[in-house]
Every structure is written in structure tokens, then in C-alpha cells.
């Protein structure tokens, strides 16, 4: 049976490197809700920007769903930064009897700085498409990120010993 693979960590921890990562390991359909989000461009107003993530969210679910039914493993490159998130998530994983793993990218602060760095002056050059991390947006995301404990994660993820 296929299996789903949710990835958690704070904003430019390293995630769609992990991912691509475990892609290169076993072919697997990687699902981002930035990829949407950011492909929306212009049409997306900031003020509509997180209404329209719970929507970008549900939709990759289903497509999730279809891809895992064909045998094809899914990657959900989406952070899952509140711990409510995570638990609603793996009750419906449980109760939709869908074979899944817990990947979290623990990130010190040191490297996490570093990896905004190097992300915008990525974005800067047009190398990637992805948010730019301001200070504002920095900030906003290490207050609303909870990192998981250890007992709801499957594999632990350390940078660092990359």
C-alpha cells in the first residue's frame, strides 16, 4: 500500500529539500500548498491568503487520496505548524485508515537563520519560486509555530547532521 509522508517544520526549514530528497529515494507525488498559493500570484489577495489555503489544502487532500488508491506514495510539503493541525490530521489519517509517516525537520536557530538567508537571495535572483522571509514574516511564523513532541513524530530530522 502507498503511504503518505507529512512533513513538518517552520517556514524555510528545509522541507522541499527533504522532500525532494526522499523523492529521489522512491518515486512520490509531492503535494505543497505554497506551489498553489504562489502560483496564484496577483490574483490572490494577502486578505484572502489564508481562506484560500484551507481550500488549497482540502483539494490536495482528495488528490492525495487518489494518488495514494493508485499506489503511488504522497509527500504533504505543508509544515503543519499547530499541533491542533497535526491531531485533526492524524485522526482523520487513523479513521480513513491511511498508512502514513510523521517527518519533522528540527532546525536550530543558527542554521534556520542561515537557511532564510540563503532562501531570499534565491527569491531575490528569480532562482526559486517562494516566499521572501521578511522580518514581519519571521516573526509571525516562530509565533505561530508549535514545534511536536516527539511521541507525534515518526522520523526526526535534524539538518544538521546533513
Not at 44 to 73: F, I, N, W
Request: proline residues 4%; negative net charge.
Amino acid at each position: 500500500m502507498a503511504t503518505l509522508h507529512l512533513i513538518c517544520g517552520i517556514i524555510s526549514s528545509g522541507k522541499t529539500t527533504y522532500a525532494r530528497r526522499m523523492m529521489a529515494q522512491k518515486p512520490a507525488l509531492l503535494l505543497s500548498v505554497d506551489e498553489v498559493t504562489l502560483a496564484l500570484g496577483s490574483i490572490l489577495p494577502p486578505e484572502r491568503h489564508d481562506d484560500t489555503t484551507v481550500c488549497v489544502k482540502k483539494y490536495l487532500m482528495q488528490k492525495a487520496e487518489e494518488s495514494l488508491v493508485a499506489g503511488l506514495d504522497v509527500i504533504f510539503d505543508w509544515g503543519f505548524w499547530r499541533a491542533a493541525e497535526r491531531r485533526a490530521m492524524e485522526a482523520y489519517l487513523q479513521c480513513a485508515g491511511i498508512e502514513h509517516v510523521w517527518h519533522y525537520i528540527d532546525i536550530s536557530e543558527e542554521r534556520w537563520e542561515m537557511y532564510i538567508a540563503g532562501r531570499n537571495e534565491s527569491v531575490q535572483r528569480g532562482d526559486i519560486c517562494a516566499y521572501y522571509v521578511d522580518e514581519g514574516l519571521k516573526q509571525k511564523c516562530a509565533g505561530l509555530f508549535e514545534p511536536p513532541l516527539r511521541e507525534e513524530i515518526d522520523v526526526w530530522y535534524l539538518p544538521e547532521d546533513a
